[in-house]
């Protein structure tokens, strides 16, 4: 079975541009977690879907948004990029919802902001 | 609110030495709890989950413990290996859609 799959794997961006991650969960998996990790701040959380919607939201400013497809695949994307969204941005599926079921995490995309 | 403390933030220990991590929180009414690992640069790897009904889950040289009263979870190596040098991080989850991080235990074991 595959795992969790994120695309790309490395991104360099300037300011001021906008940019787009995808997330493909395990198979059958309805749950899509987005999640961003700096070395100052940890693992913070961005959002969640769930067949579709969008469940719960962290705190962060309404440049960062997603979007889940019929095949629970997510995309989520960064407008106007300043220096400090330079992160790893992990995604995680779970078959349930996030506070119920064993999350899977992908290996991670890279983003560089210059 | 809950809150999710682990204690230590790092930790070294020779090869071979015996090792618990810690992670605290301040709300009992928890659903499950995870344990991960995570390489520098990398993805997080599900290592353990306790239901909120359970107290230990083992795999291999891992035991995770759960005290829901005392609000404790313990990570426990047995016989630790540099190969176990990673960061670690619990999470609680805390049913629908909502899970809270650790800051996670960096652990180096040397050889």
């Known amino acids: 079975k595959a795992g969790v799959t994120q695309t790309p794997r490395y991104l360099i961006k300037t300011r001021g541009q906008q940019v787009t991650l995808s997330c493909s969960p395990i198979s059958g998996h309805r749950s899509v977690s987005w999640y961003q990790q700096t070395p100052g701040q940890g693992l913070q959380f961005l959002f969640e879907y769930f067949s579709e919607t969008q469940r719960n939201k962290g705190n962060f400013p309404g440049r960062f948004s997603g979007r889940q497809f019929s095949n629970s695949r997510s995309e989520m994307n960064v407008s106007t990029l300043e220096l400090g969204d330079s992160a790893l941005y992990l995604c995680?599926?779970?078959?349930?919802?996030?506070?119920?079921?064993?999350?899977?995490f992908g290996p991670g995309t890279r983003l560089t902001v210059l | 609110k809950q809150e999710v403390t682990q204690i230590p933030a790092a930790l070294s220990v020779p090869e071979g030495e015996n090792l618990v991590l810690n992670c605290s929180f301040t709300d009992s009414a928890i659903y499950n709890l995870q344990w991960f690992r995570q390489d520098p640069g990398k993805g997080l790897t599900s290592l353990l989950l306790?239901?909120?009904?359970?107290r230990e889950q083992t795999s291999g040289r891992l035991n995770a413990s759960l005290d829901k009263s005392s609000g404790r979870s313990t990570l426990y190596i047995a016989a630790s290996q540099p190969g176990d040098s990673a960061t670690y991080l619990c999470a609680l989850g805390a049913g629908g859609f909502k899970t809270i991080f650790g800051a996670g235990t960096r652990l180096f074991v040397k050889a």
């Open positions: 995680a599926s779970s078959w349930g919802t996030s506070g119920t079921d064993t999350q899977y």
């Open positions: 306790i239901q909120s009904s359970q």
